[in-house]
């Protein structure tokens, strides 16, 4: 049978399904034209008018009558693809949503926007600001009176210092300045207390303490007496000399440290010197240099006329670093 034409082969009638059975090119056109026939089926109806699609028809059967109709031709299978596709894309082109430029939307005018309402602002009031609280008053700090002093003796008021050489003061701190009674050696220092101090043959011998305390200081050597109780230089003088003896029988036997604390209680006048020298020889035999230095220098200037106050000059040069 002889090749039909390409436009038959498109009509896919019994005759041509038969033929292509035998024949392999129009076969592979055949198969062409029904894919080309199921993807046109898929697309939606198109909006063309009859007259328009016989128009199309026509010119692709012009075309088709127009091109080689050697039997054989390897160009047949191609030509008819060809033209099937052109034909796809010549009704997709008028479909409805087609890819075709749509004429542009005509612009609507607005109305401008309102414009927006400006409400004037009330100033601010403004309010006095609170006046500020009163200072409350300072607190008037008394400055403290001066003790009371009275007796009948010779005596001398310096400030805050009595100097007592002979008779007796009363001095009374009780709610004042602390105060003081002094002569030679000795010191009577008295605060937040009352007392009298008795002065004889140009020494303090005795302190009464009727309120409070008092701190008596005799050659550098402090007592504290209580309130109801008398401070008395005999009495101290008698310890004083107790004391000498126990250190000095101490130091004989080698006791040192025992003998170093008897010479330190020894602090009345009658003694003190020969309790302090000996003092710095128990502590420089403990083995203490320090404290013995210390002693010695204490000693010289405290007694620098004193006979044993080469001794301990000589002892200083020695101990010194």
């Known amino acids: 049978m002889k090749c039909p034409a390409p436009e038959l082969i498109a009509e896919g009638t019994d005759d041509v399904i038969a033929h292509a059975a035998t024949c392999s090119e129009c076969a592979s056109l055949l198969a062409s034209q029904q894919e080309t026939r199921s993807m046109l089926g898929a697309l939606p109806p198109p909006a063309l008018s009859r007259a328009h699609r016989e128009s199309l028809a026509a010119e692709v059967m012009a075309q088709a009558d127009a091109a080689p109709s050697k039997r054989r031709s390897r160009l047949l299978p191609v030509f008819a693809g060809a033209m099937a596709i052109a034909a796809v894309i010549a009704a997709i082109a008028y479909l409805p949503g087609g890819s075709a430029e749509k004429p542009a939307p005509i612009a609507v005018p607005t109305a401008p926007p309102p414009r927006p309402t400006v409400t004037p602002l009330s100033p601010p009031v403004v309010e006095d600001p609170p006046a ?36 007796e003061v009363t001095v009374d701190t009780v709610g004042t300045k602390a105060a003081s009674v002094t002569h030679g050696d000795t010191a009577v220092s008295v605060r937040s207390a009352r007392v009298k101090v008795i002065a004889k043959r140009g020494v303090i011998a005795q302190v009464h303490v009727f309120a409070g305390s008092a701190e008596v200081t005799v050659g550098g050597k402090k007592v504290t007496v209580e309130q109801g109780t008398i401070w008395d230089r005999n009495g101290a003088r008698e310890d004083s000399l107790a004391a000498f003896r126990t250190g000095w029988e101490l130091l004989r036997s080698g006791d040192n440290a025992g003998a170093l604390g008897a010479f330190d209680q020894a602090t009345d006048d009658v003694i003190a010197e020969d309790a302090a020298y000996w003092a710095a020889i128990a502590a420089e035999r403990m083995g203490n240099n320090a404290d013995a230095l210390s002693r010695f220098r204490a000693f010289v200037t405290r007694f620098p006329k004193s006979p044993r106050a080469e001794s301990a000059t000589s002892s200083i040069a020695r101990l010194s670093p």
Not at 135 to 147: G, L
Request: proline share 17%; glycine share 12%.
């Open 132 to 167: 500020p609280p009163e200072p409350a008053p300072a607190a008037v700090i008394e400055a403290p009176k001066p003790a009371k002093v009275a007796g009948a003796g010779t005596f001398a008021r310096v400030g805050d210092t009595v100097k007592l050489s002979q008779g």
